[in-house]
């Protein structure tokens, strides 16, 4: 073989690994394994999650559409308003905001599925840490830990502990944002903690997110779906559009 095409291709080789390397595939391929990749899966149900844990593991979660929903009644606090409205309106970005975010702060939330607080407890009672990754703003910090507390949740009991307090970790839950994604958030509190684990999971409804933390940390990706599996049957787009235009 002509040595001068062997870099080139070796090249090429390496780049279509790297684009493959945080595709969608079956999650049986990657059951058992004792060290993380850069794959995505996708989960029909919180229950999946079980199959990747290995010993030292920390299992991340995140919150809306994940974790907990918006119950009926509190529309604009539920996350599908946000995006459905972003969407169709992408320059009224700052209004929807202000109205998602004001909604949030006293809506009431229930979980995505109600085996998931009970999943939660026997993670940490095995010894697992387990915390939550959300890209919610600050100003919901306090909305938030009461919402997860609403739902029977407490990431505070086995989540890494940092060795300095702030802000941006309260009660076992991260918050990233736009200008610090979730990627570069874990990374920056992994390396405050000093806690190295041997497996990390991400349950996250948005391949964004779910990417960001892959190719930054190595996690495993599961994607879970769940809430916009059950649009179709149970969320009222011209509902959304009416709440809008009423304002």
């Not at 990749?37 to 999946?48: H, N, P, T, W």
């Not at 990706?221 to 559009?241: A, I, M, N, Q, S």
């Amino acid at each position: 073989m002509n040595t001068r095409f062997q870099a080139p291709i070796f090249a090429l080789l390496v780049s279509v690994l790297f684009a493959v390397s945080c595709a969608t595939v079956p999650k049986q391929e990657l059951a058992g394994r004792a060290h993380p990749s850069l794959e995505i899966y996708q989960i029909s149900s919180m229950a999946d999650v079980e199959k990747w844990i290995v010993p030292d593991t920390l299992i991340l979660l995140d919150l809306d559409n994940t974790l907990f929903e918006a119950k009926k009644g509190n529309m604009k606090a539920h996350a599908n308003w946000f995006h459905d409205l972003l969407k169709k309106y992408p320059t009224e970005r700052q209004k929807i905001l202000q109205h998602h975010r004001a909604a949030i702060k006293t809506a009431e939330y229930q979980p995505v599925e109600s085996i998931t607080p009970e999943l939660i407890k026997d993670w940490q009672n095995r010894g697992i840490a387990v915390m939550a990754l959300t890209s919610r703003n600050m100003v919901l910090v306090e909305a938030t830990l009461r919402q997860v507390k609403s739902v029977g949740v407490d990431f505070s009991l086995t989540s890494p502990r940092r060795k300095e307090k702030s802000r941006y970790f309260q009660q076992g839950i991260l918050f990233a944002n736009n200008q610090f994604p979730k990627g570069e958030a874990l990374t920056a509190y992994l390396k405050e903690t000093g806690f190295v684990p041997k497996r990390i999971i991400l349950v996250d409804d948005l391949l964004p997110n779910l990417e960001s933390v892959c190719k930054s940390t190595g996690a495993i990706g599961l994607f879970y779906p769940l809430v916009d599996d059950k649009r179709p049957t149970e969320w009222d787009e011209k509902e959304v559009e009416r709440s809008w235009l009423e304002q």
